[in-house]
């Protein structure tokens, strides 16, 4: 997989990000404190621009310069959540990117630094699975669809980890604001990556 491909694939989640991002600040008023949406669209509008000024020639310098960005800009828990994901992308990258790789990495960042389990209605909600379907050998769609139903499977959780967790059982009945984002992040993969992954 080439930096051209990935960077592409980059930029697809920032167009869709800008174009789900009252979505999500829907989810996040309905369960949070209502900034994901702009949250991450201030990050993914910051990655953009240091891309068309700095195109990056490598697989790892390029989820390198996305993870110090989002860090940089996106702030919340997402911010440094994204931002180690990349991070360890970048960590995991050779010359060949090997999708299900670089995607358990940034799963394994998540995780080291949320302390977040499957179910807790977070973001690992929707990545978790996708990372499971890759490694199984499955399409990048059926990786998107996975995480499209990780997803959804947040609505009747309670959410056990980051400013949600304060709701209690308020939190049931809404879509998880990471776990929505996180889909797009695969959905962009699929359209953007295809199969090669
Ligand atoms: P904040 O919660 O600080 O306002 P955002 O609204 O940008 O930050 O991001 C909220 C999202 O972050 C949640 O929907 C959830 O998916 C994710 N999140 C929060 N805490 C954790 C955690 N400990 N582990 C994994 N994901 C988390
Ligand atoms: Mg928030």
């Known amino acids: 997989m080439e930096t051209e491909a990935l960077t592409a694939w980059i930029r697809e989640f920032a167009r869709l990000i800008a174009l789900n991002k009252d979505d999500l600040t829907e989810l996040d008023s309905a369960i949070g404190d209502g900034d994901h949406g702009a949250n991450m669209d201030r990050g993914l ?48 990258a050779g010359d060949d990117v090997d999708l299900a790789k670089v995607l358990r990495a940034a799963l394994d960042g998540v995780v080291a630094r949320g302390k977040a389990e499957p179910g807790d209605k977070t973001m690992l909600d929707a990545l978790s699975p996708a990372v499971d379907v890759l490694e199984t050998g499955g399409s990048v769609q059926a990786a ?50 295809g199969d090669d992954g």
């Open 45 to 92: 509008k910051a990655v953009v621009a240091v891309l068309d000024a700095e195109p990056q020639e490598t697989p790892s310098a390029l989820f390198k310069k996305v993870g110090m960005t989002l860090i940089s800009k996106v702030g919340g828990a997402s911010g440094p959540l994204y931002g180690t994901a990349f991070l360890r992308m970048a960590a995991a």
């Open 144 to 193: 998107a669809d996975a995480a499209a139903k990780g997803r959804d499977a947040t609505i009747p959780l309670v959410a056990r980890k980051g400013r949600a967790s304060y709701l209690g059982e308020r939190s049931v009945g809404h879509a998880d604001p990471g776990a929505t984002s996180v889909t797009l992040l695969l959905v962009a993969a699929a359209t953007t990556l």
